[in-house]
């Protein structure tokens, strides 16, 4: 594991490291709210989560700071791929055979609804993050995964989802440029961002109704109990807070006391590589989507006149498990996606890698969030390990984290998957 020297990926405003597509126009100075020295909530984290936990804390008049170790999503959600997913990377069949008929459908509902919010948000109060949402499309690159999604696209019409089961020529017209593709489901709701744009936008948004927010604010230390905890940041104040919220997804287990989360959180790493510009007639032939294939393994979209590619993580077993560093990249992952690359879209590989970068992901042993009270710690929430799929689920779950604040309930029938209790 190394730096690669062939790809740009080190020079961005003097730093080095692994730099998304999307950072690598300098920011603004750090944000430095001045903070009452004691506030409602205290959210530890500035990425999607607990920006999300911000926005709507604030919205509801509730007083809350956002105290951010680097810049706010400078970290997986500023790192990652931007697609805004209906369902995770099982297809619909096997989320039903992991969680029931019913359970799937809470789901795919709370997903459904994260993006409704999500994009209604985007549009009413025009955030600048270059949301379109034109569908997406998961694709097959062998028979059994196209039965499944056969399958899938079935189960999902049965529930009113506007879905379409595409076959091998059909995928070939939507995508004249690629090779290898058996079938595909086509899923019209789902959208793509630039994931940066939108977590700082909300970040403004929050602000603008009276959350504060500190960049450049690593939080050291924790101390108290509910109703009265002190939380010490090693950029100089203390605040005090009435609750917390630990939104600091694979780092969570740092601050916990309980030891809880070290307990149900693993980090792991995903990589992205982006072409150089391709040109025009190779981006007309390419649709605005999310796409995927291989279950999600692998997966794609257009940004502007770049192609992104993720994935391939599963091609180096264990070697991206653990770890909580995104200033490199794999290069045995870079290998892997530029091979697939040359095999489904050799006119796009033709254009070569122009940057690769990593993010820290944090999962759970069932795939599904922590949402919720940490068990033993009363005061004290998590909004935390998305399993990969953040945006899917992270501005639905900052709002049930406010309910649950607010009122220790929400409506929200799905919710309850996500308690942190189920692990105890
Ligand atoms: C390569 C890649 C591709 C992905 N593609 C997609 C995709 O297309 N669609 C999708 O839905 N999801 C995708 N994801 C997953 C998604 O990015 C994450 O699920 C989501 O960003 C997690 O958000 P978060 O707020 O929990 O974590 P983060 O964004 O990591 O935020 C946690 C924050 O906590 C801060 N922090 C940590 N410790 C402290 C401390 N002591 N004090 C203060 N702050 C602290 C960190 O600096 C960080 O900013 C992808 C992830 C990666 C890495």
């Known amino acids: 594991m190394k730096d690669s020297p062939d790809i740009e990926h080190g020079a961005h405003d003097g730093a080095s490291g692994s730099v998304p597509l999307w950072q690598r126009t300098p920011g603004d100075r750090p944000l430095r709210d001045t903070v009452e020295r004691t506030v409602d909530i205290a959210i530890l984290g500035g990425g999607v989560a607990g920006t999300s936990c911000a926005y709507h804390a604030a919205s509801r008049g509730v007083g809350c700071v956002l105290l951010e170790a680097g810049t706010i999503a400078s970290r997986a959600s500023g790192r990652n791929d931007g697609q805004i997913l209906l369902g995770l990377g099982e297809h619909y069949n096997r989320l039903i055979g992991q969680w029931g008929a019913r359970d799937a459908e809470a789901l795919w509902r709370f997903i459904d609804d994260n993006h409704e919010g999500m994009l209604a948000v985007i549009e009413d109060q025009t955030l600048a993050c270059s949301a379109i949402r034109n569908g997406g499309l998961r694709l097959a690159e062998a028979e059994t995964e196209a039965a499944e999604l056969r399958e899938s696209a079935e189960l999902l019409a049965g529930m009113g989802v506007p879905v379409r089961y595409l076959d091998a020529p059909e995928v070939a017209e939507a995508l004249p440029l690629s090779r290898g593709f058996v079938g595909g489901l086509f899923l019209e709701r789902e959208a793509i961002f630039d994931p940066f744009a939108f977590v700082r936008e909300l970040a403004m948004r929050a602000r603008d109704r009276g959350a ?162 940490i068990p033993g710690r009363p005061g004290e929430y998590t909004c935390a390990a998305f399993n990969g799929y953040g945006m899917s689920f992270a501005f639905a779950a900052g709002a049930t984290i406010v309910d649950l604040i607010e009122s220790g309930r929400t409506e929200r029938p799905a919710a309850a998957m996500f308690r942190p209790s189920r692990f105890v």
């Open 212 to 373: 504060r927010v500190r960049e450049a604010c690593p939080v050291a230390k924790i101390e108290g109990e509910a109703g009265g905890f002190r939380i010490h940041c090693a950029d100089g104040p203390c605040i005090d807070a009435t609750v917390l919220v630990h939104a600091t997804s694979a780092l969570a287990p740092e601050l916990d006391r309980s030891g809880f989360l070290g307990r149900t959180i693993f980090p792991f790493r995903g990589q992205i590589l982006a072409t150089h510009p391709l040109p025009d007639e190779v981006c007309r032939a390419m649709p605005p989507w999310a796409m995927s294939s291989n279950f999600c393994y692998e997966y794609f979209r257009m940004h502007a006149d770049r192609l992104t590619l993720g994935g391939m993580r599963w091609a180096v077993p264990g070697e991206e498990t653990g770890i909580v560093d995104d200033s490199t990249v794999h290069d045995g992952v870079t290998a892997r996606l530029e091979a697939w690359l040359e095999a489904h879209f050799p006119a796009i590989a033709r254009a070569g890698t122009a940057m690769s970068w990593t993010g820290i992901m944090a999962g759970t042993r069932d795939g599904l969030p922590l949402v919720g009270g």
